[in-house]
Nanobody, 122 residues
Framework: EVQLVESGGGMVQPGGSLRLSCAASGFTFSSYDMSWVRQVPGKGPEWVSTINSSGTKTYYADSVKGRFTISRDNAKITLYLQMNTLKPEDTALYYC???????????????WGQGTQVTVSS
């Protein structure tokens, strides 16, 4: 079955950096776009970033553009999110997700990981 396992979360001070990893299995990783989505309690999921299957195209939410970098290593079957200049508002549970697949212009994610917590606080 499809499995996505995030790691690398933790607590960091504002301005700090963190690198998240997502180990994938159960599907042909190199054939799929991959994304990071985050969520805070009481709010809906917020899309963060997407990378295409080959790793040649990336997309970012305005809130993280210029600070976060999504990447992937298809040989290692792993997705990454390098987060720099972290802000308190980046605090959230970060999920690795396969996709998106657009249905009627709406991005949808078929599979999600368990999430890894990122807390940015002084």
């Amino acid at each position: 079955e499809v499995q996505l396992v995030e790691s690398g979360g933790g607590m960091v001070q504002p301005g700090g950096s963190l690198r998240l990893s997502c180990a994938a299995s159960g599907f042909t990783f190199s054939s799929y776009d991959m994304s990071w989505v985050r969520q805070v309690p009481g709010k809906g999921p917020e899309w963060v970033s997407t990378i295409n299957s080959s790793g040649t195209k990336t997309y970012y939410a305005d809130s993280v553009k210029g600070r976060f970098t999504i990447s992937r290593d298809n040989a290692k079957i792993t997705l990454y999110l390098q987060m720099n200049t972290l802000k308190p508002e980046d605090t959230a549970l970060y999920y690795c997700a396969r996709g998106p697949r657009f249905i009627a212009t709406i991005p949808q994610f078929a599979y999600w990981g368990q999430g890894t917590q990122v807390t940015v606080s002084s």
